[in-house]
């Protein structure tokens, strides 16, 4: 069982930044892949960034390559998630997620953190 906790999240104009982190609990983390995901008003659920479980692998979408950063610290249980050049369009709930592997994360079918909210002003 791996309990996630997202925090950060915050109110920022555009081109600014913001750091989200995601507490993890539990003796697995260290060996499980960790995403963020997003979700806007009316809209589906969108994956953003992925990385594996050394830190060495990551993956992104197409819309914050540049902009956004994944890492994660094994030590601390947390995975990060650097934002950069902050877009209105941007503005979601931002939500973490960890599985064993990048298929399962990628299926949707990891455990998820409760999200936390970022808002871009224009």
């Known amino acids: 069982q791996v309990r996630l906790v997202e925090s950060g999240g915050g109110l920022v104009q555009a081109g600014g930044s913001l750091r989200l982190s995601c507490a993890a609990s539990g003796r697995t983390f260290s060996s499980y892949a960790m995403a963020w995901f997003r979700q806007a008003p009316g809209k589906e659920r969108e994956f953003v960034a992925a990385i594996d479980w050394s830190g060495g692998v990551a993956y992104y979408a197409e819309f914050v390559k540049g902009r956004f950063t994944i890492s994660r610290d094994n030590a601390e249980n947390t995975v990060y998630l650097q934002m950069n050049s902050l877009k209105p369009e941007d503005t979601a709930v931002f939500y973490c997620?960890?599985?064993?592997?990048?298929?399962?994360?990628?299926?949707?079918?990891?455990?998820w953190g409760q999200g936390t909210q970022v808002t871009v002003s224009s």
């Open positions: 997620t960890a599985g064993p592997d990048i298929g399962i994360i990628a299926a949707r079918r990891g455990y």
